[in-house]
């Protein structure tokens, strides 16, 4: 194999392959990536782990030889990062190595010969269920996933894809303080619901909105498949651990109509449904003052305490931020305007680090923050954005 390629093109998909390969994995291979320059000028670049198998193609500059090698990813992306943009690298087998120049650069990595590299095929894949992933839906798969917490002592693995209500389709990214939920309507009802291997969500946020993907569910052999003429990606589902009603749990009945509600759920079913009040707020406002008062927080220091007790004469709200470092006894805080109808005074704990990064994606000036009392779970929800929502659990702060 003998090619010529610019860093700027193989290096955003170089990246995408280091998000999945891993050195440290059950197998060898699991570290490595392979490459396949062809005649017509793509080249392609497949990675896998135990859940994942990914494939991107890169057009190159020039093929003086078609061929398929495996090396080291981490070694192959450390030395892409070195290399000036605008000017080709030369990549060429030989003998037990791959040999890459630039200019006065050389290099030489190891080729992995001591197993096989498991391809991906479509053509036997038996696909069970087809959606066309819209750039909306593409931008809040990659939102729900950010709200997912993969650690292995996390009790929610993956991100959930819910097909069960008729001709809806729910996505939830669940952590323990933070949910991300889209919800919007599908041409079929799918009746049923998998969990996505947490190893494919950081690879969600890049696909492109301009090219068209489709995502194809096997449910026989328990995977999906996001295709697009650009980058190829099977996922193994992964055992499911949300909780069936979470929908009614965290009142999202009627969330494509703006409404939430605190909902009293026996055997399954909704016996009582009180909605939640919303408060609105400009959002760089929001966040300014959220982060103003997590100033002074410590590292163990989780949430700020947040107010709504006051009314101006003109009847827009009055809302108080406050943040109290445990340790130390430092205290920051900042006042905001709200506009609601809110009929009680309102004391919460909420989670810094999970709103803020929620409010930092928010593209609208304004948000409503729902609210039903200090124990209950709020939500956020961003101004003409009515597919998604982001709900936080509220924190005891002491």
């Given amino acids: 194999m003998h090619f010529s390629v610019d860093p ?25 990536v392979r490459m396949e320059a062809t005649e017509q000028g793509v080249l392609s670049l497949s ?11 890169v057009e190159v500059s020039s093929v003086q030889k078609a061929g398929v090698v495996i090396v080291e990813t981490d070694r192959l992306v450390s030395i892409f990062k070195t290399r000036v943009g605008g000017h080709d690298v030369e990549l060429e087998e030989s003998s037990e190595f791959l040999t890459i120049k630039q200019g006065e650069f050389r290099a030489r990595l190891p080729l992995f010969r001591r197993e096989a590299f498991p391809e991906f095929s479509l053509i036997t894949f038996t ?30 693995q993956g991100m959930l894809l819910d097909f069960e209500t008729p001709n809806m389709l729910w996505v939830c990214g669940f952590s323990n303080a933070l949910v991300h939920v889209h919800n919007s309507s599908v041409r079929e009802h799918g009746g049923f619901r998998c969990v996505l291997a947490p190893s494919c969500l950081p690879i969600l ?27 190829t ?26 409404r939430f509600f605190q909902n009293k759920v026996a055997g399954g079913q909704i016996v009582e449904s009180l909605p939640k009040s919303p408060i609105e707020f400009r959002t760089a406002e929001f966040l300014g003052a959220l982060e103003s008062a997590a100033s002074v927080l410590g590292s163990e220091d989780k949430a700020i305490e947040f ?5 101006l004469s003109d009847g827009r709200g009055v809302a108080e931020l406050i943040g109290v470092n445990r340790m130390t006894q430092a205290k920051a805080s900042e006042k905001i305007l709200s506009t ?10 909420i989670h810094t680090d999970k709103v803020s990064s929620t409010l930092r994606k928010f593209q ?25 929502a982001a709900v936080t659990l509220p924190l005891r702060v002491a």
């Fill in 8 to 32: 700027d093109a193989i290096g955003p998909m170089l990246r995408v392959c280091n998000k999945i390969s891993d050195a440290k994995g059950f197998r060898p291979i699991y570290g490595y």
């Fill in 47 to 57: 990675v896998l782990d135990s859940y994942v198998n990914f494939t991107g193609n």
């Fill in 127 to 156: 696909p069970s269920y087809r959606l066309e992933v819209t750039p909306t839906l593409l931008a809040n798969l990659s939102r729900c996933a950010e709200a997912v917490d993969a650690g292995p002592k996390d009790p929610f």
């Fill in 205 to 231: 946020g890049m696909y492109s909105a301009d090219v068209r993907t489709e995502l194809v569910f096997d449910l026989e052999h328990n995977r999906a498949v996001f295709v697009n003429p650009v980058m």
């Fill in 233 to 258: 990606m099977s996922v193994t589902f992964v055992e499911d651990k949300y909780p069936r009603g979470y929908i009614s749990f965290l009142g999202l009945q009627e969330m494509a109509q703006g």
């Fill in 307 to 311: 107010r709504r007790e006051e009314r």
């Fill in 340 to 349: 609601d109808n809110l009929q009680m005074k309102l004391v919460v704990g």
């Fill in 364 to 388: 609208s000036e304004t948000f409503k923050f729902f609210v039903f009392d200090a124990l209950s779970p709020i939500v956020l929800v961003e101004d003409g954005v009515p597919d998604f």
